[in-house]
C-alpha cells in the first residue's frame, strides 16, 4: 500500500511540475499587416520629362489588386479613349490607346483604387505624373464639392479646369485638366500651370467628359480660379478640415425642353397629357370628330405640374370610344425657343368584357350597390390641431355636392358645429377640405348622409361617419425661430431625426418671427432655405445663366449638433443666423 501511495505521489508530482506536456497549440501568423502597397519603381520615373512612350508602368513592393479602377481611375488632360489596365504580380501596365500631347503635363489620380493584394489596404489619394516636355508643371490647388441640398460630400464626381473662359466650354470641349472627388467630397488638382481656370464638376453619365445631358448633375464656380491661388504642393493644407480654396455644390438642372411626351386614357373619362415639365403658355383641345362647348371636361393637374388630366363631364363625349383632337402647345425647338406646336391625337378607350363563372348549379349572387369611395386626411380617433384641415379626396371629380348633408358636431352634446365651409382644390379637382379651428380637448363626429357627394359617373356616397378630437396644446411642444441675416425670404422645414421626412413647413419674409406650434414631442431637425425668388420653393441652379441652386442650410448647433429634443407643454427658442 506505501508503494502505491508514493507511485501516485510522484505522477501527480510529475503532471504539476509538466502541465503543458500534451497540450497542443495552433501556429500564429504573426502580425496583421496594415501598409499599403508603396511605388519602388516606374517607367517613366515619377515626374520625368520628355516622355515619348505608350505604356506606363508601375511596380510595387507587394503584390496588388486593383478596386473600380475605371470608375476611381482620372487621367489629366483627360483622354478620349480609355487605356488598358493590365496587372501582372507587382507591377500595373496602363497601356495608352492614343497619342500624348507634346509639351504637357499628364497626371494620373489613383484615388484608393490600388490595394495590397493580402488585406486590401488601400493607398490613398496616390497620385502619378510624367510630362511630355523639358519641364513638368508643379502648382496644386485643392477643394471640395458637396450635394447642394443634402450638403453630404459627393464621391467619384470628375472636377474639371479649363485655361479659356467660354461659358458654352463644359458643353463643347474637353478640360484642360481633370480630377475626381474622394468619399469625403475632396479632391486636389496637381501639376497645374500657373494660369487662371474655369472650373466645372461633372456627374458624367455617358463618359465623354462633356455637360451633354440634363440628368448629368453639375456644379460651377461664379468666378474665375485666379492664378495667384495655386501654390505649390508642399505649401497645400489636405487636411479634412482645411480651408478649402475651391467650394462646389452640386445640382441637376431641371428640363429646360418642353415637349409633349405622352397621352393616354386610362379610364373612359379621363384623357391625359405628359410634358417634359410643367408646360409654358397655352394648351388647347380641338375636337375632331365631335362637336361640342368648351365647358366639356375638368381639368386636373398632378402636383409638379407637368401632367394635365381632362375629365369628360359631357356624357355624350364621354359615351365616345374614340376622341380626335387637335392640341395646340408649345415646343422648344433646337434654339431652346418655344415655337407653336400643332398634334393630332386619338383618345381610344377599350372596354373589357368581365365574365364570370359559377360552378354547379349555384344561384346567381346578388349584385352589391356600388358606393362612391370617400378617402379621409384623418384616422378615426385621431388627434387634430387647429391648423390641420379634414380633407376628403375622390377617384373623380363631382358632379354635386350637398352640404346640406354633411354635419360636424360636438360628440359629447350632439351640438352642431356652424360656419363648416368646403373648399375645393386650386389644382386637383378631386380634393376638398374642411377647415376650422378645433377646440382642445373637444370630440368632434363627422357625419355625411347618402347622397352628399355624387361622382361624374353618378355614383354617391354611403353613409360616412368620422370620429375625432380637438388637440390639446399642453401635450405638444413650440419650437419659435428668430432669423438673422437672410435676403428676400426664406424656408423653414421642420425635419425628422434623421432629416428624412418634412414634418411641417414654413415662410418667413424679412423681420418675420417663425413658430412650429402642436410639435409631437420626439427629436427632430431643422433646414433653412434661402428663398431668393420669393416663390416659397427650393429652386436648383441653371449654368448657362450663371445661376446657383438656392442655398440650403442645417441646424447644427447645441448640444447634440442640431437635433431638437421637443418636450410635452414646454416652448423652446432659438436663432439661426444665415452668415455663418
Given at each position: 500500500m506505501k508503494k502505491l501511495f508514493a507511485a501516485v505521489f510522484i505522477i501527480t508530482l510529475i503532471m504539476g511540475i509538466f502541465p503543458q506536456c500534451a497540450k497542443i497549440v495552433s501556429p500564429t501568423g504573426g502580425p496583421k499587416?496594415?501598409?499599403?502597397?508603396?511605388?519602388?519603381?516606374?517607367?517613366?520615373?515619377?515626374?520625368?520629362?520628355n516622355f515619348k512612350g505608350e505604356k506606363l508602368t508601375l511596380t510595387f513592393d507587394e503584390y496588388i489588386q486593383l478596386k473600380d479602377i475605371q470608375k476611381k481611375l482620372a487621367i489629366s488632360p483627360p483622354m478620349t479613349k480609355k487605356p488598358e489596365?493590365?496587372?501582372?504580380?507587382?507591377?500595373?501596365?496602363?497601356?495608352?490607346?492614343?497619342?500624348?500631347?507634346?509639351?504637357?503635363?499628364?497626371?494620373?489620380?489613383?484615388?484608393?483604387?490600388?490595394?495590397?493584394?493580402?488585406?486590401?489596404?488601400?493607398?490613398?489619394?496616390?497620385?502619378?505624373?510624367?510630362?511630355?516636355?523639358?519641364?513638368?508643371?508643379?502648382?496644386?490647388?485643392?477643394?471640395?464639392?458637396?450635394?447642394?441640398?443634402?450638403?453630404?460630400?459627393?464621391?467619384?464626381?470628375?472636377?474639371?479646369?479649363?485655361?479659356?473662359?467660354?461659358d458654352s466650354l463644359p458643353?463643347?470641349?474637353?478640360?484642360?485638366?481633370?480630377?475626381?472627388?474622394?468619399?469625403?467630397?475632396?479632391?486636389?488638382?496637381?501639376?497645374?500651370?500657373?494660369?487662371?481656370?474655369?472650373?466645372?464638376?461633372?456627374?458624367?453619365?455617358?463618359?465623354?467628359?462633356?455637360?451633354?445631358?440634363?440628368?448629368?448633375?453639375?456644379?460651377?464656380?461664379?468666378?474665375?480660379?485666379?492664378?495667384?491661388?495655386?501654390?505649390n504642393p508642399s505649401n497645400l493644407d489636405t487636411s479634412r478640415l482645411a480651408k478649402r480654396v475651391i467650394n462646389l455644390y452640386l445640382f441637376k438642372e431641371n428640363s429646360r425642353v418642353q415637349a409633349l411626351t405622352g397621352f393616354s386614357r386610362d379610364q373612359r373619362?379621363?384623357?391625359?397629357?405628359?410634358?417634359?415639365?410643367?408646360?409654358?403658355?397655352?394648351?388647347?383641345?380641338?375636337?375632331?370628330?365631335?362637336k361640342t362647348d368648351s365647358s366639356w371636361f375638368i381639368q386636373e393637374y398632378n402636383p409638379p405640374q407637368d401632367s394635365l388630366i381632362y375629365?369628360?363631364?359631357?356624357?355624350?363625349?364621354?359615351?365616345?370610344?374614340?376622341?380626335?383632337?387637335?392640341?395646340?402647345?408649345?415646343?422648344?425647338?433646337?434654339?431652346?425657343?418655344?415655337?407653336?406646336?400643332?398634334?393630332?391625337?386619338?383618345w381610344i378607350y377599350s372596354e373589357k368584357e368581365e365574365s364570370r363563372r359559377r360552378k354547379g348549379n349555384?344561384?346567381?349572387?346578388?349584385?352589391?350597390?356600388?358606393?362612391?369611395?370617400?378617402?379621409?386626411?384623418?384616422?378615426?380617433?385621431?388627434?387634430?390641431?387647429?391648423?390641420?384641415?379634414?380633407?376628403?379626396?375622390?377617384?373623380?371629380?363631382?358632379?354635386?355636392?350637398?352640404?346640406?348633408?354633411?354635419?360636424?358636431?360636438?360628440?359629447?352634446?350632439?351640438?352642431?358645429v356652424n360656419s363648416i365651409k368646403i373648399f375645393k382644390d386650386t389644382l386637383n379637382p378631386r380634393i376638398y377640405r374642411i377647415n376650422y379651428p378645433w377646440n382642445s380637448d373637444i370630440t368632434y363626429?363627422?357625419?355625411?348622409?347618402?347622397?352628399?357627394?355624387?361622382?361624374?359617373?353618378?355614383?354617391?356616397?354611403?353613409?360616412?361617419?368620422?370620429?375625432?378630437?380637438?388637440?390639446n396644446p399642453e401635450s405638444f411642444g413650440v419650437l419659435n425661430i428668430t432669423l438673422l441675416n437672410f435676403r428676400n425670404a426664406a424656408i423653414i422645414e421642420l425635419l425628422s431625426e434623421k432629416r428624412d421626412r418634412v414634418i411641417d413647413r414654413k415662410t418667413a419674409q424679412l423681420g418675420e418671427k417663425v413658430s412650429f406650434t402642436f410639435i409631437n414631442p420626439g427629436k427632430y431637425s431643422l433646414r433653412f432655405i434661402e428663398d431668393s425668388n420669393k416663390n416659397g420653393i427650393w429652386d436648383t441652379g441653371w449654368y448657362l445663366k450663371g445661376i446657383q441652386p438656392e442655398k440650403v442650410y442645417y441646424y447644427e448647433e447645441g448640444k447634440y449638433k442640431g437635433i431638437l429634443n421637443i418636450r410635452a407643454n414646454w416652448e423652446s427658442e432659438i436663432t439661426f443666423d444665415f452668415v455663418k
Amino acid at each position: 500500500m506505501k508503494k502505491l501511495f508514493a507511485a501516485v505521489f510522484i505522477i501527480t508530482l510529475i503532471m504539476g511540475i509538466f502541465p503543458q506536456c500534451a497540450k497542443i497549440v495552433s501556429p500564429t501568423g504573426g502580425p496583421k499587416d496594415s501598409l499599403a502597397p508603396v511605388l519602388i519603381r516606374s517607367v517613366p520615373a515619377m515626374n520625368a520629362v520628355n516622355f515619348k512612350g505608350e505604356k506606363l508602368t508601375l511596380t510595387f513592393d507587394e503584390y496588388i489588386q486593383l478596386k473600380d479602377i475605371q470608375k476611381k481611375l482620372a487621367i489629366s488632360p483627360p483622354m478620349t479613349k480609355k487605356p488598358e489596365f493590365i496587372q501582372r504580380g507587382k507591377s500595373l501596365e496602363i497601356k495608352l490607346k492614343e497619342p500624348l500631347k507634346e509639351n504637357t503635363t499628364y497626371t494620373v489620380y489613383f484615388a484608393d483604387a490600388i490595394t495590397d493584394n493580402n488585406e486590401g489596404n488601400p493607398l490613398k489619394n496616390f497620385v502619378y505624373a510624367f510630362s511630355t516636355g523639358d519641364i513638368i508643371d508643379s502648382l496644386a490647388v485643392s477643394g471640395i464639392l458637396i450635394n447642394c441640398f443634402t450638403l453630404k460630400p459627393e464621391e467619384n464626381i470628375f472636377v474639371m479646369l479649363y485655361d479659356e473662359q467660354n461659358d458654352s466650354l463644359p458643353i463643347k470641349a474637353l478640360p484642360r485638366y481633370l480630377t475626381r472627388t474622394d468619399k469625403n467630397g475632396f479632391f486636389i488638382f496637381n501639376n497645374l500651370q500657373a494660369n487662371d481656370y474655369k472650373v466645372f464638376a461633372l456627374n458624367d453619365n455617358n463618359s465623354n467628359y462633356k455637360f451633354d445631358q440634363v440628368t448629368e448633375d453639375i456644379a460651377f464656380l461664379n468666378d474665375t480660379l485666379k492664378s495667384e491661388l495655386l501654390k505649390n504642393p508642399s505649401n497645400l493644407d489636405t487636411s479634412r478640415l482645411a480651408k478649402r480654396v475651391i467650394n462646389l455644390y452640386l445640382f441637376k438642372e431641371n428640363s429646360r425642353v418642353q415637349a409633349l411626351t405622352g397621352f393616354s386614357r386610362d379610364q373612359r373619362r379621363k384623357l391625359s397629357l405628359a410634358f417634359t415639365k410643367k408646360p409654358e403658355g397655352k394648351i388647347t383641345l380641338n375636337p375632331l370628330n365631335f362637336k361640342t362647348d368648351s365647358s366639356w371636361f375638368i381639368q386636373e393637374y398632378n402636383p409638379p405640374q407637368d401632367s394635365l388630366i381632362y375629365w369628360i363631364t359631357n356624357d355624350r363625349v364621354n359615351a365616345l370610344d374614340t376622341l380626335k383632337m387637335e392640341v395646340s402647345y408649345f415646343k422648344t425647338d433646337s434654339l431652346q425657343n418655344l415655337q407653336p406646336k400643332l398634334d393630332t391625337i386619338k383618345w381610344i378607350y377599350s372596354e373589357k368584357e368581365e365574365s364570370r363563372r359559377r360552378k354547379g348549379n349555384k344561384e346567381d349572387e346578388k349584385v352589391k350597390k356600388v358606393f362612391l369611395k370617400v378617402n379621409y386626411s384623418v384616422r378615426n380617433e385621431q388627434v387634430v390641431s387647429p391648423t390641420t384641415p379634414i380633407e376628403l379626396s375622390f377617384p373623380e371629380p363631382l358632379k354635386s355636392l350637398n352640404d346640406s348633408l354633411l354635419t360636424i358636431y360636438n360628440h359629447i352634446d350632439s351640438s352642431k358645429v356652424n360656419s363648416i365651409k368646403i373648399f375645393k382644390d386650386t389644382l386637383n379637382p378631386r380634393i376638398y377640405r374642411i377647415n376650422y379651428p378645433w377646440n382642445s380637448d373637444i370630440t368632434y363626429g363627422l357625419k355625411v348622409l347618402p347622397g352628399a357627394f355624387t361622382s361624374l359617373n353618378g355614383l354617391s356616397n354611403d353613409t360616412l361617419k368620422l370620429k375625432f378630437k380637438g388637440a390639446n396644446p399642453e401635450s405638444f411642444g413650440v419650437l419659435n425661430i428668430t432669423l438673422l441675416n437672410f435676403r428676400n425670404a426664406a424656408i423653414i422645414e421642420l425635419l425628422s431625426e434623421k432629416r428624412d421626412r418634412v414634418i411641417d413647413r414654413k415662410t418667413a419674409q424679412l423681420g418675420e418671427k417663425v413658430s412650429f406650434t402642436f410639435i409631437n414631442p420626439g427629436k427632430y431637425s431643422l433646414r433653412f432655405i434661402e428663398d431668393s425668388n420669393k416663390n416659397g420653393i427650393w429652386d436648383t441652379g441653371w449654368y448657362l445663366k450663371g445661376i446657383q441652386p438656392e442655398k440650403v442650410y442645417y441646424y447644427e448647433e447645441g448640444k447634440y449638433k442640431g437635433i431638437l429634443n421637443i418636450r410635452a407643454n414646454w416652448e423652446s427658442e432659438i436663432t439661426f443666423d444665415f452668415v455663418k
